[in-house]
């Protein structure tokens, strides 16, 4: 097995045709992707584009045929990302086989195929076994196991490295005691930690107790974090759980409304000609200009209050303001009403490489 994996050194000389990254920890890969994304962006500052699928709606006919359209050579670059989780979807048919060896054959330019196989992948399964067999100058592959205590330990420095701060020892342990070793929520709460921090350098057990008690008042967080990624699978995940905790429609509204306004301030500031920075600071002003995802935040917020024609955010507004009302009159089912509006916002809004999927 290969054991390079994702690491420095991202951009367009570096980039892979293929890429197969399986195990129980996947979060590590779904960084690599975000960074791979943003290391390919056009002089304009566009990321690449990123079109999602998965194997249980979508073969891998379908999948190639769609990763050989070639782009215009002033294009973006665009990654076919190919979610999979199920036994059966590590096995391929002759066709299926014939199909993807064709495309690594010949990869289409400027275009990356990465698999996401949650949990482990034998080593004798036709998927490890094709991707494994290519080149390692044309594919890579790379398991990704939980972390242990002492790795968790070591993620949670370097990531608070990467926020421009420090964690002391038995913030980390009661942290961990909180939340579990799940990197995504981790990555989350350390986030949300250095936000809740402001100008201190160091996170101690103390914020940690503050930060649970006013997260309380923070439950929107990463509601407009996904939001602003335009990430609706993970909006109506999010969505799923607040509902299930007891989040009335009311609670919900604010949150809507409340990113809808900061949209709207932002359209307002741009069309003033303000400075971009002075804007986010007023619309965002928990989140520091040094944090370390201060950039991705930055660009996310702005991709978004830009991301659509003045009709279809009025439309968009509107159609707020008639849930609103409808909560407010009858007993329509709320969480089918945002989740219907979720789709429709992640239908309408026009961020490369997004792509909305309903469920089931």
Request: hydrophobic share 40%; no cysteine; proline share 4%.
């Amino acid at each position: 097995m290969r054991a390079a994996g994702p690491g420095p050194g991202l951009g367009e000389k570096n980039v892979k045709a293929g890429y197969l990254f399986h195990g129980e920890e996947l979060f590590p890969a779904r960084q690599f992707i975000d960074q791979l994304k943003a290391s390919l962006a056009t002089a304009e500052g566009e990321p690449a584009s990123e079109d999602r699928y998965d194997l249980e709606e979508t073969g891998w006919r379908d999948i190639v045929d769609s990763a050989r359209n070639v782009p215009f050579f002033f294009s973006p670059w665009r990654l076919i990302v190919v979610e999979a989780s199920k036994a059966g979807q590590a096995e391929l048919e002759k066709d299926e086989e014939s199909i993807l060896r064709g495309f690594f054959a010949d990869p289409t330019p400027k275009t990356a195929l990465l698999v996401l196989y949650s949990g482990k992948l034998g080593r004798t399964k036709p998927l490890y076994k094709l991707f494994d067999g290519l080149p390692e100058s044309l594919v890579q592959v790379r398991e990704f196991k939980p972390l242990k205590e002492a790795g968790l330990v070591e993620w949670a420095d370097r990531k608070a490295a990467s926020l421009g701060k420090r964690i002391s020892s038995d913030a980390v342990d009661r942290l961990m005691e909180i939340v579990g070793g799940d990197l995504r929520v981790l990555d989350s709460e350390m986030e949300k930690l250095a936000t809740y921090i402001g100008d201190k350098k160091l996170i101690e057990l103390a914020d940690v107790h503050a930060a649970s008690d006013w997260a309380k008042d923070f439950e929107g967080y990463e509601l407009t974090d996904a939001l602003e990624k335009g990430d609706i699978p993970r909006a109506l995940l999010i969505l799923d759980r607040l509902m299930a905790d007891g989040a009335r429609g009311e609670l919900m509204m604010g949150y809507l409304a409340g990113f809808f306004r900061d949209l709207l301030l932002g359209r307002i500031g741009l069309r003033q000609g303000r400075d971009k920075r002075e804007i986010f600071r007023e619309v965002r002003p928990s989140i520091k200009e040094y944090f370390g995802f201060y950039p991705e935040k930055f660009r996310n917020f702005f991709a978004v209050a830009e991301g659509f024609p003045d009709a279809e955010f009025v439309r968009l507004a509107t159609d707020l303001e008639r849930l609103d009302m409808k909560l407010k009159t009858t007993d329509s089912d709320a969480q089918a009403l945002f989740e219907a509006f979720f789709y429709d916002f992640g239908r309408t809004i026009r961020r490369p490489g997004v792509t909305s999927k309903r469920r089931g």
